[in-house]
C-alpha cells in the first residue's frame, strides 16, 4: 500500500474555540472522511490558538532574572522573560537564541513562535498536549467508530542542519518509537542501540505537506503508513530522553 499524505485547508480562528468541532468542520469542507488506521497531524499552534496561548508581550511584566537574560542573549526583555516562565531549564545560547527544556522536549526560546500572530504577540506551547491528542483520538472514536492515531506537530530546528523539520511534541492511539535492538541489518549483524521515531518520521512527512507559512492547512491525515495503532495511553518518556542523556548535549558539554 502507497503511503498518502492529504494537507486539509481549514477556516482561521482568532479566538479559543474547540478543536474537535474545528477538525469536523475541516473534514465537511474538504470533502474527506477519515478512515480506520489513518494518522491525524495537527499542528501545535492552532492547538494554542485553541486554548488562547497567545501573549501580548505588552502586558509582561519583567523580572529582575528576565533583564539578565534579554541581555546575556540579546534578545527582548519581554521575550526573555516569557522563555523563563515556559522552561524547566536553559542550558545557554546564543544572540537572539535561548536554549531551553520543557517537559524534556528541547527547544530555542522554549518554543515561542511570532509567526501567524498579530503584532506583539507570541504563541506558547500547548497545554497538556498529551492529554489533547487522547481526547481527540477518543472522540473520534465515538463520532466514526474507527481507531486512529493522534500526533500534535510542530517545527524545528535540527543541529547543523539549514531548515526546520516535523518533531512530534505529543501522540494517542499510536506506538510512538520502533524498538529494532536485535533485529538484523542487510548483513545479518544484530543492532544494538537503533530505535526508530516513528512519530517524529511521520510528523516531518506531515509538516512538509501542512507547511509554514500561510497555507492555513494545521490538518493532516497520513494514510497506510504502516504504523501500529494502540488503545493503551501513551507516556511523555516514551518519546523523549532527559538533556542529560542526549549525546548532543553530553557531547557538547564535554568539549
Do not use: W
Not at 491525524?40 to 528576565?66: A, E
Not at 531549564?89 to 537564541?97: P, T
Not at 492511539?173 to 529494532?180: A, H, R, T
Not at 538484523?184 to 544484530?190: H, M, Y
Amino acid at each position: 500500500m502507497l503511503l498518502t499524505v492529504s494537507s486539509l485547508l481549514s477556516e482561521r480562528k482568532s479566538s479559543k474555540f474547540d478543536v474537535f468541532e474545528a477538525l469536523l468542520e475541516t473534514i465537511e469542507k474538504n470533502k474527506v472522511k477519515l478512515q480506520e488506521g489513518d494518522i491525524l497531524v495537527i499542528s501545535t499552534k492552532y492547538i494554542s490558538n485553541s486554548q488562547g496561548r497567545i501573549v501580548n508581550v505588552k502586558n509582561i511584566k519583567i523580572s529582575k532574572k528576565g533583564i539578565e537574560v534579554s541581555k546575556k542573549f540579546q534578545i527582548k526583555p519581554e521575550i526573555a522573560e516569557i522563555i523563563l516562565r515556559e522552561s524547566d531549564k536553559i542550558f545557554g545560547g546564543v544572540a537572539g537564541f535561548v536554549i531551553t527544556s520543557a517537559d524534556n522536549i528541547m527547544a530555542p526560546n522554549a518554543g515561542i513562535d511570532k509567526s501567524n500572530v498579530k503584532k506583539d504577540r507570541v504563541v506558547l506551547y500547548p497545554n497538556n498536549p498529551f492529554l489533547i491528542a487522547e481526547q481527540i483520538r477518543r472522540k473520534v472514536f465515538l463520532k466514526f467508530f474507527i481507531h486512529i492515531g493522534v500526533i500534535l506537530v510542530d517545527s524545528r530546528l535540527m543541529p547543523a542542519r539549514v531548515g526546520t523539520s516535523g518533531v512530534a511534541i505529543s501522540c494517542a492511539g499510536i506506538e510512538p518509537v520502533l524498538d529494532m535492538r536485535s533485529m538484523k541489518d542487510l548483513e545479518g549483524n544484530l543492532l544494538k542501540v537503533t530505535f526508530q521515531a516513528v512519530i517524529d518520521n511521520i510528523a516531518t512527512i506531515a509538516n512538509h505537506k501542512m507547511g509554514e507559512g500561510a497555507e492555513s492547512k494545521p490538518f493532516a491525515i497520513v494514510r497506510d503508513s504502516g504504523a501500529q495503532l494502540t488503545n493503551r495511553k501513551i507516556s511523555p518518556s516514551e518519546m523523549a530522553i532527559s538533556p542529560d542523556q542526549c549525546v548532543y548535549v553530553r557531547g557538547l558539554s564535554k568539549v
